[in-house]
């Protein structure tokens, strides 16, 4: 039988979130009973805004992403390639979901991007165009696009990431086949189809002074200066742990001072994994920086995460062995780095407390051609084992062959794991891991296990 133990202690909270593939027991739904972050964020005359799949705003997901923020900012569903994947074939259908959501929630939204490098039609990117034909395009597609969503959309990333790390432009579809002036033109014409909504230019590694923020600053200065749109700057803040630069604040600042305004759109701390509690409360420590330095800044109106939840963040997939980037694990409890950020929006500093948790964490420890060793390590925080099973479910096809410190049993793609007749306690703090051999082939996806 499994007994659990309860303990109140902030310590057990911060070792209690698991990294991969992990299922909490008496999970603490500590979001409930908080401040909203988006109410917090009004007290300060600020936005708080997170990027969303349009898919998955049901269930918790929704539910967070509807009473946690003031503003949303599809994370794909806007893209060319997204709203326009076969010329003159549109589908504005996950588009439309997350602004009608909004609407519903009382939320803004931020339109993303218009203008980029990435995520474009291949009928665009393969086609052969004369300067004259793509910039017709690009205006149509402005046009389009920012005159669908009309009074709909707070603040349009107009133009994504227009710069090399150095300052100079970066090459694209765009700025090779346009010139410079695409940037003026692009805001131009948004601000032709909706002359209300915010026109920003957006990019990364701009957070603190250096080359690249003082091209875009220069870039900004000019425009202001030839009178063309432009509204604010948007500082995507894609950071590594422990390195939240230096000169944030002071380059919000200068931006602040030129007469615009500036956002934090893109917000992710990532970190190596496993997470562990040092890294969380460095985690949190920096998402606190990080809000607080907007919130200095009478212009920086709006700091929205890239993903609220490490189970819908890019970092992962982009950046093997890094993750757990986001305020909210992947089981939707909050993290070190959610109170964090309600910190330096005047809210509270302390976690609520927990009932404790047993959790169980799923990972690959090598892999070769047909064959991988995983293991599976159950913790205990607050809570303690007196025998436990820890089940899941293979998406691809995987199948157990061999097994140690636990007896295993797959039918179908369903795979059960009982404890060993000498470790089915786990004691508050302590932990237990067992191993399997299996094979795989196409791929080897992790999944979602339950203890139970
Ligand atoms: O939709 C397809 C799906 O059908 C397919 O099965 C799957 C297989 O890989 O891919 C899916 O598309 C992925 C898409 O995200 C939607 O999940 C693409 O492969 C993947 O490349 C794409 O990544 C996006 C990335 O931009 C592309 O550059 C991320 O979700 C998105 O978060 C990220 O966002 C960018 C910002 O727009 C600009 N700043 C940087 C930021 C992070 O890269």
Same mark, same amino acid.
């Given at each position: 039988?499994?007994?659990?133990?309860?303990?109140?202690?902030? !310590?057990?909270?911060?070792?209690?979130? +698991?990294?991969?593939?992990?299922?909490?027991?008496?999970?603490? !739904?500590?979001?409930?009973?908080?401040?909203?972050?988006?109410?917090?964020?009004?007290? &300060?005359?600020?936005?708080?805004?997170?990027?969303?799949?349009?898919?998955?705003?049901?269930?918790?997901?929704?539910?967070?992403?509807?009473?946690?923020?003031?503003?949303?900012?599809?994370?794909?569903?806007?893209?060319?390639?997204?709203?326009?994947?076969?010329?003159?074939?549109?589908?504005?259908?996950?588009? @439309? &979901?997350?602004?009608?959501?909004?609407?519903?929630?009382? %939320?803004?939204?931020?339109?993303?991007?218009?203008?980029?490098?990435?995520?474009?039609?291949?009928?665009?990117?393969?086609?052969?165009?004369?300067? #004259?034909?793509?910039?017709?395009?690009?205006?149509?597609?402005?046009?389009?696009?920012?005159?669908?969503?009309?009074?709909?959309?707070?603040?349009?990333?107009?133009?994504?990431?227009?710069?090399?790390?150095?300052?100079?432009?970066?090459?694209?579809?765009?700025?090779?086949? /346009?010139? +410079?002036?695409?940037?003026?033109?692009? /805001?131009?014409?948004?601000?032709?189809?909706?002359? !209300?909504?915010?026109?920003?230019?957006? @990019?990364?590694?701009?957070?603190?002074?250096?080359?690249?923020?003082?091209?875009?600053?220069?870039?900004?200065?000019?425009?202001? %200066? %030839?009178?063309?749109?432009?509204?604010?700057?948007?500082? &995507?803040?894609? /950071?590594?742990?422990?390195?939240?630069?230096?000169?944030?604040?002071?380059?919000?600042?200068?931006?602040?001072?030129?007469?615009?305004?500036?956002?934090?759109?893109?917000?992710?701390?990532?970190?190596?994994?496993?997470?562990?509690?040092?890294?969380?409360?460095? &985690?949190a420590a920096d998402f606190?920086?990080?809000?607080?330095?907007?919130? +200095?800044?009478?212009?920086?109106?709006?700091?929205?995460?890239?993903?609220?939840? @490490?189970?819908?963040?890019?970092?992962?997939?982009?950046f093997p062995g890094y993750?757990?980037?986001?305020?909210?694990?992947?089981?939707? =409890?909050?993290?070190?780095?959610?109170? *964090?950020?309600?910190?330096?929006?005047?809210?509270?500093?302390?976690?609520?407390?927990?009932? *404790?948790?047993?959790?169980? #964490?799923?990972?690959?420890?090598?892999?070769?051609?047909?064959?991988?060793?995983?293991?599976?390590?159950?913790?205990?925080?607050?809570?303690?084992?007196? =025998?436990?099973?820890?089940?899941?479910?293979?998406?691809?096809?995987?199948?157990?062959?061999?097994?140690?410190?636990?007896?295993?049993?797959?039918?179908?793609?369903?795979?059960?794991?009982a404890n060993a007749s000498?470790?089915? =306690?786990? +004691?508050?703090?302590?932990?237990?891991?067992?191993?399997?051999? #299996?094979?795989?082939?196409?791929?080897?996806?992790?999944?979602?296990?339950?203890?139970?």
């Amino acid at each position: 039988m499994r007994s659990l133990r309860k303990g109140l202690s902030l !310590a057990s909270l911060l070792t209690g979130v +698991a990294t991969l593939g992990a299922v909490l027991v008496a999970a603490p !739904a500590a979001h409930a009973a908080d401040t909203p972050l988006r109410d917090l964020a009004a007290a &300060q005359g600020k936005v708080i805004g997170t990027a969303v799949t349009g898919s998955k705003l049901t269930g918790t997901y929704g539910d967070i992403a509807g009473s946690q923020f003031s503003s949303l900012t599809p994370g794909n569903a806007m893209k060319w390639g997204s709203v326009e994947p076969t010329r003159g074939g549109f589908d504005w259908t996950e588009a @439309d &979901q997350i602004v009608a959501f909004a609407q519903a929630h009382d %939320q803004q939204v931020r339109g993303h991007t218009l203008v980029w490098h990435n995520q474009n039609p291949s009928w665009l990117t393969n086609g052969s165009w004369t300067s #004259a034909q793509l910039g017709s395009l690009l205006q149509n597609h402005i046009s389009t696009e920012v005159g669908r969503y009309k009074g709909k959309i707070a603040a349009w990333d107009v133009v994504n990431e227009p710069f090399n790390e150095d300052g100079t432009y970066r090459s694209t579809l765009w700025y090779d086949g /346009l010139g +410079a002036d695409y940037i003026a033109d692009a /805001l131009t014409w948004a601000h032709a189809a909706d002359p !209300a909504a915010k026109l920003y230019i957006n @990019d990364y590694n701009v957070e603190g002074v250096n080359a690249k923020s003082t091209a875009l600053y220069n870039l900004v200065k000019s425009l202001k %200066q %030839q009178g063309v749109p432009i509204d604010g700057v948007g500082l &995507q803040a894609h /950071l590594i742990l422990g390195q939240v630069p230096s000169t944030l604040r002071e380059n919000i600042q200068r931006f602040a001072d030129l007469g615009v305004d500036v956002a934090i759109t893109e917000l992710d701390i990532r970190m190596a994994l496993p997470a562990d509690s040092t890294k969380l409360a460095q &985690q949190a420590a920096d998402f606190t920086s990080v809000v607080a330095a907007c919130a +200095a800044v009478t212009r920086c109106v709006n700091v929205t995460v890239w993903g609220f939840t @490490d189970s819908d963040s890019w970092v992962p997939g982009t950046f093997p062995g890094y993750g757990a980037a986001t305020p909210y694990d992947e089981n939707y =409890s909050p993290k070190p780095a959610y109170y *964090g950020i309600a910190e330096a929006l005047g809210g509270s500093t302390t976690p609520p407390p927990t009932n *404790g948790a047993c959790t169980a #964490a799923y990972s690959v420890t090598s892999q070769w051609n047909t064959a991988f060793t995983g293991q599976v390590k159950i913790t205990c925080s607050g809570a303690s084992l007196s =025998s436990w099973k820890v089940s899941w479910t293979y998406g691809a096809g995987q199948q157990i062959t061999q097994a140690w410190n636990a007896t295993c049993t797959q039918s179908g793609s369903a795979v059960s794991c009982a404890n060993a007749s000498y470790n089915g =306690s786990v +004691a508050d703090g302590g932990s237990v891991t067992f191993g399997f051999n #299996a094979s795989w082939s196409g791929s080897n996806p992790v999944p979602t296990v339950t203890l139970s």
